[in-house]
């Protein structure tokens, strides 16, 4: 199975660095940035599977950078954000992920979402 | 700033304190605020001009009724203790101050009482009212915090956990799996801590 390649917009320096490190030592394939420009111009290029980016960025959040990059948007998206209500959930729902992890969450939660998105793309393919 | 007189009543009203202005020599009624209506409205129904004459007057602590007409006919300050009775019925005890002014405005020439509750709800009410916004702002505060500082933090340290566990792992099965036990430890904390998060969320959107 083809490791996915994953996309990570967060701009905390130790979440991002963990983050990184962790995936890659699973065999994703990881491109990183910190805020929503640098997203911006380097989603498109990346062919990234999957998005997972943090809903407040320091130029802007989550969501207009999901709005933002069209057709352009990976086929997954999953979002982070320290808010979980319900309202924040649809939010990010209607914005076009297909899921909102609420922070701080334990590892294995994110991880075992790559796994499905896995097999998803497995599937379709 | 000034206060215009007119609004002293009202603003009286929002410290939790019933007011009333009267008018010289007759103690009619020229303004007052809910909290002095609500005082003196309870039993048979008054005429407002006589609501401190027959509503608040009789009601003097006997002690003190000379002091009251010396500085009513005067015009000077006093203070004296009132006995009135709260919408449901219950016994308050004011010290009722008096303040004259003497100015040539609308509201010239009257006494301004305020009383102030000895033992009542009232106060209770508006520092309770304090207290509450007080909490309110200092939950968000430690909302902020958690989010801002505490989680980014610990969600950086579980993932950094998780990475050490399978480093080490690697190099030494029983030291692998001590970093696999702490890396259990930091996700505990931090389903804890989203626990903690995500009710703190709930009740402060049950709150607004």
């Not at chain 2, 000077?76 to 004011?94: I, M």
Request: a negative charge.
């Amino acid at each position: 199975m083809e490791p996915l390649r994953v996309f990570l917009v967060e701009n905390h320096e130790d979440t991002v660095k963990y983050m990184q490190l962790l995936l890659k030592q699973l065999s994703y394939q990881v491109c990183v940035a910190t805020d929503m420009a640098t997203a911006l111009r380097e989603i498109p290029k990346s062919h990234c599977d999957v998005l997972i980016s943090d809903i407040g960025l320091p130029d802007g959040d989550g969501w207009q950078l999901i709005e933002k990059l069209g057709d352009d948007r990976p086929q997954f998206a999953i979002a982070m954000s320290g808010y979980g209500t319900g309202n924040d959930q649809r939010r990010s729902r209607a914005a076009g992920y297909d899921h909102h992890l609420v922070k701080p969450f334990p590892p294995d939660a994110l991880l075992s979402l790559l796994r499905e998105l896995g097999r998803t793309k497995e599937k379709q393919s | 700033m000034t206060t215009r007189r007119e609004q002293v009543c009202a603003l009286l009203q929002e410290i939790g304190l019933p007011a009333v202005r009267v008018k010289l020599v007759s103690a009619e009624v020229i303004e007052f605020n809910e909290l002095f209506s609500s005082l003196v409205s309870v039993e048979a129904p008054l005429e407002r001009r006589l609501w401190f004459v027959q509503g608040v007057l009789p009601y003097i602590a006997s002690l003190d009724r000379a002091r009251w007409e010396g500085a009513f006919a005067h015009q000077t300050q006093v203070q004296v203790q009132v006995a009135l009775k709260s919408t449901d019925g219950r016994d308050l005890d004011f010290e009722m101050r008096s303040f004259a002014s003497l100015g040539q405005e609308k509201f010239g020439r009257s006494i301004l009482c305020v009383f102030i509750p000895l033992s009542n709800p009232i106060f209770e009410r508006v520092r309770e009212a304090h207290f509450s916004e007080g909490r309110k702002w200092e939950r968000r505060r430690i909302q902020n915090e958690l989010h801002k500082g505490v989680s980014q933090q610990l969600l950086g340290a579980a993932f950094g956990c998780k990475l050490l566990a399978g480093k080490v792992e690697t190099l030494s099965e029983g030291l692998g799996r001590e970093a696999s036990d702490l890396a259990q430890l930091v996700n505990e904390a931090v389903v804890e801590l989203q626990n903690v998060v995500t009710s703190a969320q709930n009740q402060s959107r049950d709150n607004q």
